[in-house]
């Protein structure tokens, strides 16, 4: 059966997996080095840092996944060979309603991702010039309108 769970640090390496798929199918404006300097980063850092839940098909493989913190959604990836499956729809709707995600920053450079937040009703709040590693990653701010937010 195909459902959201809660993450185990054994699904890391293949959460790391699909995070570096989707990032490579969606976020061109990265260069190679700043993929694989980010790579060690989410796989010891960031998936712990965040309360992170795994759609799972009905074989048990992780499609996508979603982590949250502070009722901001901080990462959601979707094994790029999956989009446009509803998956990324699921796991917003789970941040949403179960973990009480109201906001997120996007890269303003992705705007399949841009246009998939504001279709699932997230407004821009504002704009960063430089990403959460400081590099010149424009990020837009959005959120679900009438939440009060504050900036990552």
Wanted: hydrophobic letters at 40%; a negative charge; glycine letters at 10%.
């Amino acid at each position: 059966m195909n459902a959201i769970h809660t993450a185990l640090p054994s699904d890391y390496d293949r959460i790391t997996e699909v995070w570096e798929a989707s990032v490579r199918a969606t976020h061109d404006f990265l260069p190679d080095p700043a993929i694989q300097a980010l790579r060690p980063l989410i796989r010891e850092v960031y998936l712990a840092a965040v309360d992170l839940h795994v759609y799972r098909d009905a074989a048990g493989r992780i499609g996508g996944f979603v982590g949250v913190a502070e009722r901001r959604v901080e990462m959601l990836f979707v094994d790029p060979h999956l989009r446009g499956s509803g998956i990324g729809k699921r796991l917003l709707r789970h941040a949403i309603d179960v973990l009480g995600a109201t906001a997120l920053d996007v890269n303003e450079q992705n705007p399949q991702a841009v246009g998939f937040y504001r279709h699932q009703g997230f407004v821009i709040t504002g704009r960063s010039p430089l990403d959460g590693q400081g590099q010149p990653y424009p990020l837009l701010h959005m959120a679900l309108p009438g939440t009060t937010t504050s900036p990552s």
